[in-house]
C-alpha cells in the first residue's frame, strides 16, 4: 500500500479531514486522546514530553486508543511530530519509541527529514515535512517525503509568509503527496475551502489551545478567547523565527509589544531553550480573534464537522 492509499484510508474514516496541529508546551495526551475520540487526527510535539519516558507513557496510552476497535464509521487517528534539527539531542531515541508504536502519520519541523523517512517507511507509517516556503517544499519532495504541511502566512506558533491561496496551488504544480494546510483556518469552512484548493487535511492549532483538554493555563485559554483582531503580535524577537504571541502575554511579562528587540537568530539548541519563551509569553494566531468561548475538543470538533459537512454541500 503506498502512502496515498493508506492516507486515504485514515482520511474516510474521519469526521473531518482535520489535525489538531501539534502545538508546543500546548498538546498531551488528554487533547491528543480527545481528538482521536472526536473523529480527528491528534499530534503533539515530542518535546512536550519532558523525559523520555514520558513519551513513551504518552505513546502507550494514546496507541492504545487508537488501536480500539470502534463500532461506527468514524475513526479518528494520531500523529507526531518530532524535531530533526541538527542539535535537538533526543530524536535517535524518540524513533526507537516510534518504531516501537507506530504512530501512522509522522510530521518532520526544524530540519530535513532525511533521517526519519526510511525508519517510518519500515513500519508502514507516513512521513509529511513541515515547510514555510516552496524553496522547501521543493527540496522534502526531493528527499521522497510522503506528504508535506504547508504552513502558510496567518499560522499560530512560527508562522508562514506566503497566503495558502497561493501557497497550496504553488505547491500542487510540482508535488501530488499528500498536501496539509495550515494558517488561520478557524472553522469548517476554511477546512473544505483548504480541500477546493488542493489540499488533503488541515492543521488547526489556535482554536484548540482553548480548548478544556489542552495543557494551556486557564489564563491562555482566557487570553486566547478574550483577543480581538488587534491582540496578537507577529515577531522574531523571542525565538529568532517570526512567530504569533498575545500581545497581554508580552505585556505581562514587563516587555513593551510595540518596541521588541529584533531577533537573533533561530536558537534550537533543545527544548528548554525555547521554554521561556513560549511558558511565559504565549504564542496564538490571528485565528485567537473568532475564538469566543473554551470548548471540550469533543464540542469543537462537533463545531467544526457540522460547519464542513454544511459547506460541502455548497
Ligand atoms: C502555541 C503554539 C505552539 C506551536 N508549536 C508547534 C510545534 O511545536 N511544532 C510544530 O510543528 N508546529 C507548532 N505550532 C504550529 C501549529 O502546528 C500549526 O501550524 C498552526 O497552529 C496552524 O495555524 P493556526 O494556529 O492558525 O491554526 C504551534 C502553534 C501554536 C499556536
Known sequence: MNARERLNGIKEKLAAPVI????FLVSG????IAAVRSGLIGAFPAPNARKISDFEDWLKQISAVANEPVSGE????????????????????EL????????????TALGS????????????????????????????AALGVDGLALVSAGAGGHTGHVTGFTFIPAVREFFDGIIIAAGGICNGQGVRAAEVLGADLVYMGTHFIATEESL?????KQMVVDAGADDVVLTDSFSGAPAYYLRDSITKVGLDPDNLEPGNGMNLGGPE????????????????????EIYTVGSLAEKITAEYNAAIEL
Open 96 to 107: 526507537a519509541l516510534l518504531e516501537k508504536y507506530q504512530p501512522p502519520i509522522v510530521i
Open 20 to 23: 489538531v496541529a501539534p502545538m
Open 74 to 93: 468514524i475513526k479518528g487517528d494520531w500523529a507526531v511530530n518530532l524535531v530533526v534539527h541538527r542539535t535537538y539531542p533526543r530524536l535517535d531515541e
Open 29 to 32: 495526551p488528554e487533547m491528543v
Open 273 to 292: 531553550n525555547e521554554v521561556k519563551a513560549w511558558k511565559d509569553i504565549w504564542s496564538a494566531g490571528p485565528t485567537a480573534q473568532v475564538v469566543h
Open 216 to 220: 494551556a493555563s486557564y489564563p491562555y
Open 113 to 140: 527529514p532525511e533521517k526519519v523517512i526510511e525508519r517510518v517507511h519500515a513500519y508502514g507509517g507516513v512521513v509529511i515535512a513541515d515547510v514555510n516556503s516552496v524553496e522547501y517544499a521543493k527540496k522534502s
